[in-house]
């Protein structure tokens, strides 16, 4: 069965520094997410991406974070500048088509210190 | 979207059927009502959609009766691997306008031995 992958599974770094956490979706679908869920708290969405461009995104999707397809496969959610305050598990998730059974990758935990 | 309220947290017995029922007193007409599932570190997986009376997959069966103000997931003789998240979602399918999955905080069901 496809699955959605996400690497690195743990990503520890500094405050400040910058991340790139990386997601392949499911092969033949066409609609891009990512969420993050903090340790204890709701699943939050942070961004919505569909033919190269961003379709919508979450209050918390701000000027630190971006996202890219940079080739056909791979879909990346960068941080520029990480705070303590980004410490979440980050979930990527794709769909065949809008409003589909949205398919969740395993996570990246992300720790900053 | 329409609001839901469910348990926040429940106990069951390996081989018992559980039902998890979800308040959305608030349903729109064109309102679908989705379940999700949510394994500890891992990303949530769909279980179920239906829009009313009965839904029924290999893994649960959703009641949802004909005032559509609540839905109860039925999860049939339940086992320690079913310990997880269960999350109510109420809204168009597929969305007319955005297409962000909103998560409440779900309930916590804990199966014991």
């Known amino acids: 069965e496809p699955e959605v992958t996400q690497t690195p599974s743990h990503q520890v770094t500094q405050m400040g520094q910058e991340v790139i956490l990386r997601c392949v979706p499911i092969?033949?679908?066409?609609?891009f997410y990512w969420y993050r869920q903090i340790l204890g708290q709701k699943v939050e969405f942070l961004v919505s991406f569909y033919n190269n461009e961003i379709s919508e995104k979450s209050e918390i999707f701000d000027d630190q974070f971006s996202v890219e397809r940079p080739d056909g496969s791979n879909f990346t959610l960068k941080i520029r500048s990480t705070k303590l305050e980004d410490s979440a598990m980050y979930f990527c998730?794709?769909?065949?088509?809008?409003?589909?059974?949205?398919?969740f990758g395993p996570g990246t935990r992300l720790t900053v210190l | 979207l329409a609001k839901t309220t469910q348990p926040i947290s429940m106990d069951s017995y390996e081989g018992q059927e559980v039902n998890i029922t979800c308040s959305h007193n608030?349903?729109?007409?064109?309102?679908?009502i989705t379940w999700y599932q949510q394994f500890p570190s891992q990303g949530p997986r769909f279980i179920i959609q239906?829009?009313?009376t009965k839904v029924t997959n290999e893994v649960a069966s959703l009641f949802i009766p004909a005032d559509r103000k609540s839905s109860t997931l039925s999860l049939p003789r339940v086992s320690l691997s079913d310990t997880a998240v269960y999350y109510c979602?109420?809204?168009?399918?597929?969305?007319?306008?955005?297409?962000?999955?909103?998560f409440g905080k779900g309930t916590r069901l804990h199966i014991l031995p």
């Open positions: 979602l109420v809204g168009d399918s597929p969305p007319k306008r955005d297409d962000k999955i909103i």
């Open positions: 092969s033949n679908h066409l609609y």
């Open positions: 608030n349903i729109a007409t064109n309102d679908y």
């Open positions: 998730a794709s769909s065949v088509a809008r409003g589909n059974e949205q398919f």
């Open positions: 239906g829009y009313k």
